[in-house]
């Protein structure tokens, strides 16, 4: 049996969300309050249609966001619509949207596999056993790190903070 999953994507919408509130002057996590007043519901439509721009799944959105997930299918596909008549709707967007771009434009991807996987191996040390694999992906170029059940948490902490400062994505394969 094969699981997979991208971890980085809950990572990357959470930073998507605290940039929206911070940019329009809401209180940290209040995109997830059950409000419906449009000074709430409009920065939670654009951070979701921004999430899904990146392709992050709807169902990692809706969980972050505490709400259902054909809400965020609905959002994405009112999105057009939005963007062209509601101009508050687009002021908001462009405003994260720009910030979000340039916040990951400035980190540094790698340019070769095997540097980055020389990089990795300073933090980190492969298991014997091959049980999970950890996919990171960073620009055009990934590789895979092998690790057991066993020495996973710490091998993808380590990962983490190898590539904090790095544009990259991590995805899980149970072997």
Not at 7 to 36: A, Q
Not at 93 to 107: C, G
Not at 117 to 126: G, H, T
Request: aromatic content about 10%.
């Amino acid at each position: 049996m094969a699981y997979h999953s991208n971890i980085t994507d809950k990572e990357k919408f959470e930073h998507i969300c605290n940039l929206t509130t911070s940019l329009v002057g809401l209180r940290k996590g209040s995109l997830s309050f059950k409000s419906r007043k449009q000074e709430i519901q409009l920065p939670r439509l654009v951070a979701a249609n921004i999430g899904r721009l990146n392709y992050i799944h709807h169902r990692i959105i809706s969980d972050v966001l505490n709400r259902d997930r054909s809400l965020i299918y609905y959002y994405e596909n009112m999105h057009g619509a939005n963007y062209t008549s509601w101009k508050k709707y687009r002021e908001i967007f462009n405003l994260v949207h720009q910030a979000y771009t340039e916040i990951e434009e400035s980190k540094p991807s790698f340019e070769d596999s095997r540097a980055m996987k020389r990089y990795l191996l300073e933090f980190i040390k492969e298991s014997a056993k091959n049980q999970v694999q950890i996919l990171i992906t960073s620009g055009k170029v990934g590789c895979k790190i092998l690790t057991s059940y066993k020495s996973f948490s710490s091998t993808l902490k380590n990962i983490k903070f190898a590539l904090a400062n790095f544009n990259h994505s991590i995805e899980i394969n149970l072997l």
